[in-house]
């Protein structure tokens, strides 16, 4: 998600839990109507709702009306939470060599690039992969188009030991590798 689209979504989850907070405030009196109609128009908004008052609601629409303010004080929490911490996708660059003068870096798209390159050394048709940054190493979920004639098992096997041998070769620190025979080649 770009920066644009975080603070869109920060603003409105910020406005989902500050409008009903300062309206409970003005009901109860903690803030001045006045005070907020000066900075807000909220009067308008007071005048064109002007036939609702809580009186005249059953019992029924009250407790719709408190789920719904419930369920929109739960969304904007979650939209708040989410956009303040961000899941963490695979890291753009994993030290490989850090000797000094002899620093090295690889990107999260060369370890992709090196563990299809693997899949397809031990016979895959085709290969997809994931990456997605562990605790201190890669977890990769590689998915493999096999030939129809293959052993499948033998097959992911293979393609494990040698993705976790190729990335370990260059000294990328793999947790886990998981591969998948998604489709069998005709």
Request: net charge positive.
């Amino acid at each position: 998600m770009n920066a644009l689209n975080r603070i869109v979504m920060i603003l409105i989850s910020l406005l989902l839990l500050a409008v009903p907070v300062l309206l409970l405030l003005v009901h109860f009196g903690v803030i001045p109507a006045q005070l907020v109609d000066q900075y807000t128009g909220y009067n308008v908004a007071v005048d064109f709702l002007g036939g609702l008052s809580v009186a005249n609601l059953s019992s029924q629409a009250l407790i719709i009306a408190a789920i719904i303010g419930v369920l929109v004080a739960l969304v904007a929490l979650l939209l708040l939470f989410r956009e303040l911490n961000p899941r963490r996708g695979p890291s753009r660059n994993t030290v490989v060599d850090d000797s000094p003068g002899a620093e090295t870096l690889i990107t999260a798209s060369a370890v992709k690039a090196l563990s299809e390159g693997a899949a397809r050394e031990m016979g895959a048709g085709s290969s997809s992969v994931s990456l997605s940054r562990g605790r201190p190493a890669y977890e990769i979920v590689c998915g493999i188009t096999a030939p129809s004639s293959s052993n499948y098992t033998e097959l992911a096997t293979r393609v494990r030991e040698n993705i976790r041998k190729s990335l370990e070769s260059q000294n990328i620190p793999v947790k886990n590798v998981e591969v998948t025979v998604r489709r069998i080649a005709s």
